[in-house]
């Protein structure tokens, strides 16, 4: 069986010329990153966004209900990690509240024009709380719920992602590893929920075992006990993904756990080491979007 270190191989190399050729790239498009209270990945988004060839500002929330920073000059707006007011009311409810009482509406006309939104971990949870992922016919009800992992911790490890349908989000991405830390992203929904976000191609990431295998639902490999192994959701036009592990936190080839020994097995093949890891190939895609 085909392993994630026999697909690192063939693919070093062409990932390493990859990212030579896109460095120089840079889009006109700009990201407005959202902080706060409790947000702690907004360093991280930015470098990935960065080094993917986008511009961003770090906003706190309160700048943008002033009107001291508008939303209509990004476009792209990301929600990031972190335990944002604490998580004192459920995961990411104090935020996404925040927001639907003082942006909604300038959130409701980002959303009519061609830009995207990105919600990672508690950003995730952000977004199933104002309803903006699933989405179905452009309708925010909140359908999806992230609960509390079924092993009742919070969970800090490196998984294994795999697509699970065609966007531009997930264009050329065999697989990314990176890590998961949180309480509650053990992804939920009503089965009819369900259906509707299989025949829609909607779910956008599945976690599945390192040689890219479904999970099945087995721990260690889903961490947290969500149904079909959901990782990440699209809404129904394909604009906002809300996405519980963190591809910012592993840029790096260096940022993987277990880099050292992959490092050796390259080595030992004659293989190029990447500079970057695979996960940034999600950024690129976002990058990729606008220009």
Not at 142 to 160: K, S
Not at 179 to 187: A, I, K, L, T, Y
Request: net charge neutral; aromatic share 10%; hydrophobic share 35%.
């Amino acid at each position: 069986m085909i392993t994630i270190k026999q697909i690192e191989k063939n693919r070093s190399g062409r990932q390493d010329r990859e990212s030579i050729a896109t460095d120089n790239a840079r889009v006109d498009a700009k990201a407005l990153i959202m902080s706060g209270y409790g947000i702690n990945s907004e360093m991280e988004t930015q470098e990935a966004l960065a080094r993917a060839g986008m511009r961003s500002d770090i906003v706190h929330i309160n700048d943008l209900i002033a009107e001291r920073k508008r939303l209509s000059d990004y476009r792209l707006l990301v929600f990031p990690g972190g335990f944002s007011y604490g998580d004192d009311t459920g995961a990411g409810n104090a935020y996404a509240n925040r927001v639907r009482n003082n942006l909604w509406r300038d959130l409701e006309k980002f959303l009519e024009d061609d830009n995207l939104v990105l919600g990672i971990c508690n950003g995730f949870q952000i977004l199933a709380n104002l309803g903006l992922v699933p989405a179905f016919d452009k309708k925010y009800d909140r359908t999806i719920a992230l609960m509390p992992n079924r092993i009742g911790v919070l969970e800090c490890r490196f998984v294994t992602l795999k697509p699970a349908s065609g966007s531009f989000w997930t264009k050329g991405i065999e697989w990314l590893y990176c890590p998961v830390s949180h309480g509650e992203g053990n992804f939920y929904c009503t089965d009819e929920t369900l259906q509707r976000l299989k025949r829609l191609g909607m779910i956008a990431f599945r976690y599945c075992r390192e040689d890219l295998s479904p999970a099945n639902g087995e721990y260690p490999f889903n961490p947290n006990g969500s149904i079909e192994d959901i990782a990440g959701i699209m809404s129904e036009d394909g604009k906002v993904l809300g996405l519980m592990p963190h591809p910012e936190r592993a840029m790096e080839f260096t940022n993987l756990y277990d880099w050292p020994y992959r490092k050796e097995e390259l080595k030992r093949r004659g293989s190029d080491l990447p500079q970057e890891s695979v996960n940034m190939r999600f950024f690129r895609n976002i990058t990729g979007y606008f220009s």
